[in-house]
């Protein structure tokens, strides 16, 4: 069973909307989690992380957790063009390894 | 700063020959390290991972072998390739501590024949 699920998209959607990815997680001693941005045959870069219940936000992205729920999101303001990209969302234990278990990713097209 | 450099960029390898992939970390000492590898558009499956040199676990029983034989270099290795080695091979790297991200090398596409 795989412990973080996320829509493999893809999910199209106009330049400047506020696009919106989500990810479902099984593991309730998940305590951190974490977006990466992967472009087609590149390796993942960190967006963002949050570890607390609510929201954090850092320039055009919004990250949002709700531990409750086993819900973290992504919003992605005015998006653009560039933002085009597969999403990775990962949590972590915050164990010995502090390993990060990443969901399949969310393909996101921005288009003009 | 830190950091990590992972090579080769793209190796094609018949089935049945031997695999060494190399990464290594600058810019910290003791760092967590990590082989993940992805599959043609799918998520990132944990290989391998190591808190300190000579220290490995291993998350999936697999074809292939992961060493730390300094605290700044991770190496996987197989000693016979199979088809379904083929994929994105990621090493990565963090702090350890808790609520630390995960810093990706460039990445290899190992591509078996």
């Known amino acids: 069973q795989k412990e973080v699920e996320q829509n493999s998209g893809p999910l199209s959607v106009p330049e400047g909307a506020i696009a919106s990815l989500n990810c479902t997680y099984s593991?309730?001693?998940?305590?951190?989690f974490f977006w990466y941005r992967q472009y087609s045959g590149k390796s993942p870069e960190l967006i963002m992380f949050?570890?607390?219940?609510g929201d954090k936000e850092d320039g055009r992205f919004t990250a949002q957790l709700n531990k409750a729920s086993q819900y973290v999101s992504l919003l992605i303001r005015d998006s653009q063009p560039s933002d085009s990209a597969t999403y990775l969302c990962?949590?972590?234990?915050?164990?010995?390894?502090?390993?990060?278990?990443f969901g399949g990713g969310t393909r996101l097209m921005v288009k003009p | 700063s830190q950091t990590i450099h992972q090579w080769p960029a793209t190796l094609v390898q018949p089935v049945g020959s031997p695999l060494s992939l190399e990464c290594t970390v600058e810019?910290?000492?003791?760092?967590?390290l990590y082989w993940y590898r992805q599959a043609a558009g799918r998520g990132l499956q944990l290989l391998f991972y190591?808190?300190?040199?000579?220290?490995i676990s291993s998350e999936v029983p697999q074809n292939l072998s992961a060493s730390r034989p300094q605290d700044r270099q991770f190496i996987l290795s197989s000693k016979k390739l199979l088809l379904s080695d083929s994929g994105f091979y990621l090493c990565?790297?963090?702090?350890?501590?808790?609520?630390?991200?995960?810093?990706f090398g460039q990445g290899t596409r190992l591509t078996v024949v």
């Open positions: 990565a790297w963090s702090l350890g501590l808790p609520n630390t991200e995960a810093f």
């Open positions: 593991d309730r001693g998940s305590q951190s």
């Open positions: 949050i570890y607390s219940n």
């Open positions: 990962a949590a972590s234990r915050n164990n010995a390894g502090n390993m990060l278990t």
């Open positions: 810019g910290t000492s003791n760092p967590n």
């Open positions: 190591s808190v300190g040199i000579g220290q």
